[in-house]
């Protein structure tokens, strides 16, 4: 239904890693895990900790609130949902 989400993409599990959001080590392991750059990565969470955490390791972060929302922030880093 979302072509952007057939991307290449990875999942970090915090208790397989012991680590939990908003801990910034969680946002490093997964940067190098999937050699991610920071800038060009988009979080999308439903806490605003773990959205300003996200942003402070450099990564761009939607914090969710309500589909329209959500629809209009990612059409603003241009992708279509």
Same mark, same amino acid.
């Given at each position: 239904?979302? /072509?952007?989400l057939k991307q290449s993409r990875g999942v =970090?599990?915090? &208790?397989? @890693?012991?680590?939990?959001? /908003?801990? /910034?080590?969680?946002?490093?392991?997964? =940067?190098?895990?999937f050699c991610l750059d920071p800038q060009a =990565?988009?979080?999308?969470?439903?806490?605003?900790?773990? @959205?300003?955490?996200?942003? &402070?390791y450099g990564w761009r972060a939607i914090l969710?609130?309500? /589909?329209?929302?959500?629809?209009?922030?990612?059409?603003?880093? &241009?992708?279509?949902?």
């Open positions: 239904m979302y /072509p952007f =970090t599990v915090s &208790g397989d @890693v012991k680590l939990i959001k /908003p801990d /910034p080590a969680i946002y490093a392991l997964h =940067t190098e895990s =990565t988009l979080f999308i969470d439903d806490s605003e900790k773990n @959205v300003a955490a996200a942003r &402070g969710f609130e309500e /589909p329209e929302q959500l629809r209009a922030d990612l059409a603003a880093v &241009g992708i279509a949902a």
